[in-house]
């Protein structure tokens, strides 16, 4: 395997760790938190430089009809993606900033739903790219396809989308995805808004394996979704591909 696909993978790897860590920000402390989020912004630059070849190549060739449609929403995602890791570390300093109980609500509404939409579209990329990641896995553990290796995937796959899809409805994922951002449209002008404290108070310390099976199981539904659909969409290509072929 070579280097730079290993160095890939373990920014990858940390990036996907220290994602889910932010959403619990008394997980470790708020200093960690913050600290944290703008290490995962210079690594979203690191990745983005690893690459800088397909990211230059689409930009200039994104109308051209030859390009995949799969290779399009790629990049419209990652764009998309790219432009909410920016509004979660602005707002994140100007929940800090913020004078009136106006602001600091709406840099938190911002926040935080900038990172629930995130989830989904982290969750979305990862499954374009799964092929990729089990290549570099299998090449580095020498695994090799057999029915036994097929069967447990699958039984790995099941489990995830269920408790995945059970954690989507208990934590009102979509809910609160779009109450963030009905109030962020709702507040774009400054408003007298009377309010109280923003001041939580001390909450029970969660830890990391309530964390990662909480989020990472919602970003897992959005790439078992995006993986199995990229590949239904490849076969009925194919299938397409080979009756003309067969009628020509
Ligand atoms: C990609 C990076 C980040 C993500 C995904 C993220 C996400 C989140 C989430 C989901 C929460 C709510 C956590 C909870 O309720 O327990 C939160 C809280 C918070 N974040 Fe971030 N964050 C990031 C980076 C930052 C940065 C760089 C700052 C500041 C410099 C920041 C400042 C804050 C603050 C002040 C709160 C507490 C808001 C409150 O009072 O509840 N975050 N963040």
Redesign the pocket.
Known sequence: MNKKNITKIILDIAMAVL?IT?????LIS?KF??IS??V??IFILVHMFLNRKWIANISMRLFDKKIKFRTKLSYITSLILFIS?IA??FS??Y??KAKTYDRVMFW?MV??GA??L?IALIGIHIGLYWNWVMNIFKKAFKIKSSNVTKLISSLIVLVTLALGSYTIYTQNYFTKTYACIEYVAQHIVPQDLEGGS???GESEKPSFIDVASTYGSIISVFSIVTYYSDKALKKSKKADFKSTKISA
Do not use: R
């Open positions: 994602f932010f959403f619990k920000k008394n708020m938190h913050m989020g703008i995962f912004g890791i979660i570390l994140g300093v929940i800090i938190k926040h935080f990172s629930y995130s923003s001041y939580y």
